[in-house]
Antibody, heavy 120, light 110 residues
Framework: QVQLQESGPGLVKPSQTLSLTCTVS??????????WSWIRQHPGKGLEWIGYIYYNGGTHYNPSLKSRVTMSVDRSKNQLSLKLGSVTAADTAVYYC????????????WGQGTMVTVSS | QSVLTQPPSASGTPGQGVTISCSGS????????VYWYQQLPGTAPKLLIYRNNQRPSGVPDRFSGSKSGTSASLAISGLRSEDEADYYC???????????FGGGTKLTVL
């Protein structure tokens, strides 16, 4: 079955760019019909949707993060990418990638998450 | 401050039932479906209920969801120790044009 795995640096300095990758296994991103979201969870807090990228490359970001977020797809590697610029301590969180069959809120498959700390 | 409002905690004893509420507005719950997620300690969230009251394959029928107006509820019957987790409601928000989540409810099985 489809599995997701996030990876990237666990520590990022303030003002730098956070870069994460989500590797999709057991299925192809290009098979179509799915929205791929990034969601984060601040320590001890709730969930925050960052944005999604459709299988054809179309994107939609949370307005509160839109100016700093870029998502992309590498079909050759079957990977998703998240870049969040100008990070501050407030961006410290566990970052998840998740699949949504409908482009709404039905995140049916999640990665295990990766903790990113923003600190000098 | 989360867009959807949930009680921060709930509790029950094994075998009992418990209900978790989720309150929103006309731009989210009032105009679209509600989804519920279960997050066991140290793990990623898991889809528990979709489209208000539908259970994905593998989710026990002890879990049920309902929606009325701008509010929704998750009911868990026959509580088990393994149900101890954080539960989040979620819905599409027309103002945000994206998903919004509740702040989560920590369920303790006493």
């Amino acid at each position: 079955q489809v599995q997701l795995q996030e990876s990237g640096p666990g520590l990022v300095k303030p003002s730098q760019t956070l870069s994460l990758t989500c590797t999709v296994s057991g299925g192809s991103i290009s098979s179509g019909g799915y929205y791929w979201s990034w969601i984060r969870q601040h320590p001890g807090k709730g969930l925050e949707w960052i944005g999604y990228i459709y299988y054809n490359g179309g994107t939609h970001y949370n307005p509160s993060l839109k100016s700093r977020v870029t998502m992309s797809v590498d079909r050759s590697k079957n990977q998703l990418s998240l870049k969040l610029g100008s990070v501050t301590a407030a961006d410290t969180a566990v970052y998840y990638c998740a699949r949504d069959p409908a482009g709404r809120v039905a995140f049916d498959i999640w990665g295990q998450g990766t903790m990113v700390t923003v600190s000098s | 401050q989360s867009v959807l409002t949930q009680p921060p905690s709930a509790s029950g004893t094994p075998g009992q039932g418990v209900t978790i509420s989720c309150s929103g507005s006309s731009s989210n719950i009032g105009s679209d479906h509600v989804y519920w997620y279960q997050q066991l300690p140290g793990t990623a969230p898991k889809l528990l209920i979709y489209r208000n009251n539908q259970r994905p394959s593998g989710v026990p029928d002890r879990f049920s969801g309902s929606k009325s107006g701008t509010s929704a509820s998750l009911a868990i019957s026959g509580l088990r120790s393994e149900d101890e987790a954080d539960y989040y409601c979620a819905a599409w928000d027309d103002s945000l044009s994206g998903p919004v989540f509740g702040g989560g409810t920590k369920l303790t099985v006493l």
